[in-house]
């Protein structure tokens, strides 16, 4: 699975490091994941360039400060999850392969916090 590249991308919506997801009740394997969703996409990265998975973004929520709900365009209903763990030693904590793009604080529904 390819991540998009970023000139591919427009702005960031959201990164989660460490972090997990759920889909369907089943959670992740890990807890050091590293979940960034741009303008159009929801990527999962294992490792530094290495990519788990990557969805196209139809819409997401914001619950709370660590968690949010989002759509994919497959049909997909993603939970991602901010770990409560420092992700210290892990390659992924200082990885940033869209460091140019624009940060949003885009949240259509902001609940619990």
């Excluded at 990265?45 to 709370?64: H, P, R, T």
Aim: charged content about 20%; overall charge neutral; proline content about 5%.
């Amino acid at each position: 699975m390819l991540a998009p590249t970023p000139d591919e991308v427009r702005y960031i919506n959201f990164a989660q490091f460490p972090a997990s997801y759920t889909i369907n009740g089943v959670k992740s394997s890990g807890d050091q994941l590293k979940i960034i969703a741009t303008s159009d996409h929801l990527i999962v990265y294992k490792d530094k360039d290495v990519v788990e998975q990557v969805w196209g973004l139809a819409s997401f929520e914001k619950i709370d400060y660590k968690t949010y709900v989002v759509q994919t365009k497959e049909g997909i209903e993603v939970t991602v999850n901010r770990e409560n763990n420092c992700g210290c030693g892990n390659s992924l904590r200082g990885y940033n392969p869209y460091a140019s793009k624009p940060h949003i604080a885009h949240y259509p529904s902001l609940k619990g916090t």
